[in-house]
């Protein structure tokens, strides 16, 4: 019976530890992709362009479809030049076209993106200028796209396995962790709390990478980085007693 108890709690351990590696994957290679398209553009603007739409992830020699919305807020027509620029090895390609807005006019752009653009074998950079015109501002949409395909999946399906398997494991693994452990204290009691609060962390990177909120996704993995730590300082390396 005892033997039965480690194992499972063994076990529980290995799912926890798999779901805490697939969610710093993900999450992390959606901010370097993030950080890598602002240190990648050659364009500069005043403003964000905040409509523009990128898949998160695309299969090896799979296309996608970027779209962005340009509007003109001003009381005169606009004829801005849009800018799209992708990603290539050693270059970008770059395509233009001009649109007319009138006045309180929007229209919406789509792109066919491919991954004969991706750099790093991991990633397409794209950039999307919209260029000053008289007073209308220019803007600057920025996003990235993570190449993989796992089973002959989508891109899209690979995300959202990926995504599923993470919070699958972390939730399977606390669960078996805590049938095995929930009577015991100290160390034990100590470092479920630190494993609830890393899973959490965890869970929260991944869901702000949904909406490429990459700032706050920076975040949660500096303090998974750090709470990892935290428990393999307190209770592998120098454990006490009374904690």
Not at 21 to 39: K, N
Not at 97 to 119: E, F, H, K, Y
Not at 193 to 212: F, W
Request: with cysteine.
């Amino acid at each position: 019976m005892r033997q039965q108890s480690f194992f499972l709690a063994a076990l529980g351990i290995g799912f926890f530890f798999l779901g805490i590696m697939l969610g710093l994957a993900l999450s992390g290679g959606v901010v370097w992709g993030e950080i890598e398209a602002r240190l990648y553009t050659s364009f500069a603007a005043t403003s964000g362009l905040r409509t523009l739409e990128c898949p998160l992830m695309l299969a090896p020699a799979e296309s996608g479809i970027v779209t962005a919305t340009f509007d003109n807020p001003t009381d005169e027509l606009v004829k801005p030049v849009i800018r799209l620029e992708v990603s290539h090895p050693g270059s970008a390609r770059q395509t233009s076209q001009t649109l007319s807005l009138a006045p309180g006019a929007t229209q919406t752009l789509n792109w066919t993106v491919g991954t004969d653009g991706t750099i790093f074998s991991k990633l397409i950079l794209v950039s999307v200028y919209q260029s000053q015109y008289r007073q209308l501002p220019s803007r600057l949409g920025l996003c990235s796209i993570l190449v993989l395909g796992l089973f002959g999946l989508s891109g899209s399906q690979t995300f959202t396995l990926i995504f599923a398997v993470s919070i699958l494991s972390l939730m399977v693994g606390g669960a078996l962790w805590l049938l095995r452990m929930r009577s015991l204290g100290g160390p034990v009691l100590g470092v479920t709390n630190a494993g609830g609060v890393l899973a959490a962390i965890v869970l929260a990177g991944l869901l702000s990478s949904l909406p490429r909120w990459w700032g706050l996704t920076l975040f949660c993995l500096a303090l998974t980085v750090l709470m990892i730590g935290v428990i393999i300082s307190e209770f592998i390396l120098f454990p006490t007693v009374n904690k």
